[in-house]
């Protein structure tokens, strides 16, 4: 039995702990500084540990004891908490939207000999999974496309959204420029441009919009069209870019009576209450990633569509479910020995290892979470 330990006692960090608990495959500990969320999780039999991991020193005491670590912090502390737990020598699967370089922490894995999974979650995660698997299979990838989006099943006024994971991630994916990729050549547009209207089955009309998804697709693939896009109902990219054109999502402080206050930080304070999602709110995941490209001389399409719903039976929202059962797949990989690359993987590295995907793939329908394929 080894030894994981769960930095992040959220919604999607709980779910996690849960899942690797059963069975008693792992003996499994939670670190928070959320003494009420960490109760939780003790009367399900997690192991609790009380601890503040936005320093680094907090970070490597809590992990001392584990044998793998999972990293379920918000994206503003996943990347510093990522290189503690390098530099603690544990190896690693994360999910944190953090938006420094990875790779800036390659050569440390590499000296300690440790694995680290970096952006283990839906999309970025199974996304990159799909096209680093068929970048193994296909003789060469035209084209990659992910449109993805996680959405509360009541739409409610102003927003029609609510956050099925860290509400200052999502804000992040509405600032950050969007990087794509077109006839090869790497191109940078503006968060929440280009929408556009898709239908969905099971859904019906959902509008996407440009964000920041690919990440470290942009280094690691050869694919000379590549391009993510974020899905919500239809009407909520335009109050967002009212925002943006107002500067309420500027980052830059400015001077309020006599105080500096960063835009960013007041909007996010008045957001989060009302995005927060309450105890028995049902959201769904939904998701299209499209692949092309040329097998025995042909030309082919792949189409893989997710749409997942919030389990009333466990309580689990639908973005914990998608994410945190993708994380702890990859997990179970590197707990079996079955991933072994030191050093740091985006998810497309550890799809292009012959089974890993069709072992994640499996794991994650063993759980409800299936993915239809079309060719």
Same mark, same amino acid.
């Given at each position: ?9 959220? #919604? *999607?960090?709980s779910?996690?702990?849960l ?5 008693? /495959? ?8 959320s003494e ?9 039999? %997690?192991?609790?540990l009380?601890c503040d $991991?936005?320093e680094?020193?907090?970070? &490597?005491?809590?992990?001392?004891g584990a044998?793998?670590?999972v990293?379920?912090?918000?994206g ?6 990522l290189?503690?737990?390098l530099e603690a020598?544990?190896p690693v699967? =994360? %999910? ?7 790779? #800036?922490? =390659?050569?440390?894995?590499k000296?300690n000999?440790?694995?680290?999974? *970096? ?10 999974? %799909?096209?680093? =698997?068929?970048?193994?299979r ?10 993805v ?6 739409? +409610?006024?102003?927003f !029609? ?7 200052? !991630?999502?804000?992040?994916?509405y600032?950050?420029p969007?990087r794509?990729?077109?006839h090869?050549?790497e191109? *940078? ?6 929408? /556009?209207?898709?239908d969905?089955p ?5 509008e996407?919009?440009?964000t920041d998804g690919?990440r470290t697709l942009l280094?690691?693939?050869a694919?000379p069209n590549?391009? /993510?896009?974020t $899905?919500?109902?239809?009407g909520?990219?335009?109050?967002? &870019? ?11 402080? %400015?001077?309020v009576?006599?105080? &500096?206050?960063?835009?960013l !930080?007041?909007?996010? &304070? ?5 995005w @927060? ?10 998701m299209? *990633?499209?692949?092309e490209?040329?097998q025995d001389? @042909? ?8 749409? =997942?719903?919030?389990?009333r039976?466990?309580?689990t +929202? ?18 079996s020995?079955?991933y ?8 497309e590295f ?22 239809a394929?079309?060719?």
């Amino acid at each position: 039995m080894k030894n994981i330990t769960i930095l992040g006692a959220g #919604r *999607v960090g709980s779910a996690m702990a849960l899942d690797l608990a059963q069975g008693g /495959e792992f003996r499994v500990t939670v670190a928070d500084r959320s003494e009420p969320a960490l109760a939780q999780l003790s009367a399900r039999g %997690i192991t609790p540990l009380p601890c503040d $991991l936005a320093e680094p020193a907090g970070t &490597r005491a809590a992990v001392q004891g584990a044998d793998l670590v999972v990293g379920a912090v918000p994206g503003s502390m996943g990347f510093r908490t990522l290189e503690a737990v390098l530099e603690a020598g544990k190896p690693v699967v =994360d %999910i944190s939207f953090f938006e420094e370089d990875p790779f #800036r922490l =390659d050569a440390l894995a590499k000296a300690n000999d440790l694995v680290a999974i *970096v952006d283990a979650g839906v999309a970025p995660g199974c996304s990159n999974l %799909i096209l680093g =698997d068929l970048e193994r299979r296909l003789e060469r990838v035209t084209r990659f496309q992910c449109l993805v989006g996680g959405l509360p099943v009541v739409r +409610t006024w102003p927003f !029609d959204y609510k956050a099925g994971f860290s509400p200052a !991630d999502v804000l992040e994916e509405y600032t950050r420029p969007a990087r794509y990729v077109v006839h090869g050549e790497e191109v *940078v547009r503006p968060a929440l441009s280009e929408p /556009e209207l898709v239908d969905f089955p099971g859904v019906g009309t959902l509008e996407a919009f440009n964000t920041d998804g690919l990440r470290t697709l942009l280094r690691t693939s050869a694919a000379p069209n590549m391009s /993510e896009k974020t $899905l919500r109902y239809p009407g909520h990219a335009e109050k967002m &870019r009212v925002f943006q054109a107002t500067g309420l999502l500027d980052k830059a402080p %400015i001077p309020v009576g006599g105080v &500096r206050v960063a835009p960013l !930080d007041l909007t996010a &304070r008045l957001l989060f209450p009302l995005w @927060q999602m309450e105890e028995g709110d049902e959201d769904f995941t939904v998701m299209r *990633v499209t692949v092309e490209g040329v097998q025995d001389g @042909q030309f082919r399409r792949r189409v893989f569509q997710l749409l =997942d719903h919030y389990d009333r039976a466990t309580g689990t +929202t639908s973005m914990a479910r998608t994410t945190g059962y993708t994380c702890t797949a990859m997990a179970r990989l590197v707990a079996s020995g079955r991933y072994r690359r030191p050093g740091i993987s985006p998810p497309e590295f550890v799809g292009r290892e012959p089974g890993c995907w069709a072992f994640i793939r499996t794991e994650l329908a063993g759980r409800g979470v299936v993915f239809a394929e079309t060719e």
